[in-house]
């Protein structure tokens, strides 16, 4: 079966990982699979001796497991959600090695493997949840996947070792072969990654096949490791031909960046999201064909020539500078230098940047309109992802800045409360309020931790627009004001700056582009496709926060998917 690009497609749908193992949701991450995590309370408590064979005492526990979740998830959430669990086993035969209970248990799990081939078997199961007149619907799918693992003759000495160094203890059969445990292991046949705890080849497929099935004639094989037909670079312009545009100068067969040929990946990226319509638009408007031969022009003149608006034009120049398909001065000039398609190097492996790319945009485009909340099941998606990338960014933000002289907080438009509940674990002493719409506060609580800090966080609904903001020494706009144009960002940041006494502060959470607006791709790409807001760079959420009464503008540049800006509300001295 031909492996699709299924992660991506996931991005919509609420997915939960019914596991606490930090390597499944390593492994998943990696792919950028976004997903919550809700470990299960079922105990590994079925009778082993009752299973025919080891891979069906794995796919029942992970059954088992999944559906506690599900049931436990029902109770707080109406929503359809995908519960995904895997139980691995280790067995020599047809016995099951669990994980060792002490030492002693550890030592007669490792000298059994010594020398020996033993089988890893995971079992995986895939619940599908659905709610119909207020009852669980589940549908469940389950496989397994065998791997099949040689040990070296291991000596005591080293036996010991290893039982020492603490890592067997909650491994099934009594090592981890991503760390330590690897020493152990003279081969494995199989997938390496169903060892480590997940079958990531396997669960892909069986994704793919659940929810994605691919037409039979839609399925391009990847053919070998050089170039596949890039028809996008070929068909870019209006069919005429010249041969000093770029786009057309190679044939397909031989584009390469940077001396590297085009890999599958690159294709898939070129035609995905954004870039693929980048380059059309450009090529369309014989943008190529205006910057060639030297010719250096402002965007204000390549607007002109095409009769297009300054502004759409100069975002459309910046993603192509971003894209490495143009080159900007520092003067704000454009020009044409070389073969456009050393495109992307920065992308070619960044397919889950781009995934993430691609979800921000999805939910940024409708967040402000109400289609967003139109349906229950549209909510909870959109929600869902704003809470998956806040997991991502939301330590970042926390720790941009020395946030302990302020006592409270209020997030506004703080959504499910990932970067509030962040604040309280690196303030304890904070008071945060999550400011939002009513739909996404009455929606907030399945998406809540437990531990100890919950408390202070609180949920307020309303309209920053229209109702009064709950008084705080701190605000913060986290994803907010790029998405409003300017009649709604001076609504809003007049009213933060009326309520905020002097000494208080506003903090931003935004992609900074770069001064000449040409990167990071991630926010000029976006900017493509923005309707009402627009991306800034550092020196105009300086002007922006100065406008509003904010001063010492601090910026920090986190190197994650949001940047931080915080400005200080005068004082009266100042
Ligand atoms: C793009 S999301 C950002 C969520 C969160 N701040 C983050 O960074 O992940 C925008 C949030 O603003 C909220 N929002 C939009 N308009 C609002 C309004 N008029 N009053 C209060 N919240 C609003 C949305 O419901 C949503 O949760």
Known sequence: MVLNPVIGKLVSKRVVLASASPRRQEILTNVGLRF???????????????????????????????????????????????????????????QILEKPVDKQDAYKMLSRLSGKEHSVFTGVAIVHCSSKDNRLETEVTDFYEETKVKFAELSEELLWEYIHSGEPMDKAGGYGIQALGGMLVEYVHGDFLNVVGFPLNHFCKKLAELYYPPLKHTIQHVKHDSIPSVETFENLSDGESDSSNPLQHKSANTLEANGVPLSGAVHTLVNSGSIKPALFVASKLKVFDLLKDKCVLKAVDVANKIEASVCGTERLLDACASLGLLEKTHQGDFYCRTIPVKLLRSHFFSLYNFQLHNCINKILYSVFKDSCY??????????????????????????????????????????????????????????????????????????????????????????????????????????????????????????????????????????????????????????????????????????LLEKYGFTNVQIKITGNILDAILGFKKTSAR
């Open 374 to 543: 139109h349906t229950v099941e549209a909510k909870q998606h959109f929600m869902t992802a704003m809470h998956s990338i806040a997991k991502l960014t939301a330590r970042d933000v926390a720790t941009a800045f020395d946030l302990s002289p302020f006592r409270s907080v209020c997030d506004l438009g703080g959504c499910t409360g990932v970067l509030a509940h962040e604040l309280v674990q690196k303030y304890p002493n904070l008071n945060v309020t999550v400011f939002d719409l009513p739909d996404v506060i009455a929606n907030v609580s399945c998406f809540q931790p437990s531990g100890q800090h919950i408390t202070s966080v609180m949920f307020t609904a309303g309209d920053f627009f229209k109702d009064n903001l709950p008084e705080a020494d701190l605000y913060i706009l986290s994803l907010i004001l790029h998405d409003l144009n300017d009649e709604k960002i001076h609504i809003l940041l007049s009213k933060i700056s009326a309520i905020c006494k002097p000494g208080s502060a506003l903090l931003l959470a935004e992609i900074v582009l770069d001064e000449e607006k040409t990167h990071p791709s991630r926010g000029v790409l976006q900017s493509l496709s923005m309707t009402e807001g627009k991306q800034r760079n550092g020196s105009e959420y300086k002007q």
């Open 36 to 94: 919550e995590v809700v470990p299960s309370w079922f105990k590994e408590t079925l009778e082993k001796s009752s299973f025919a064979a080891p891979y069906e005492y794995a796919i029942e526990t992970a059954k088992q497991k999944a559906l506690e979740v599900a049931n436990r998830m029902h109770l707080v959430s109406l929503s359809a959600i995908s519960i995904v669990r895997s139980c691995v086993c280790v067995a020599v035969g047809k």
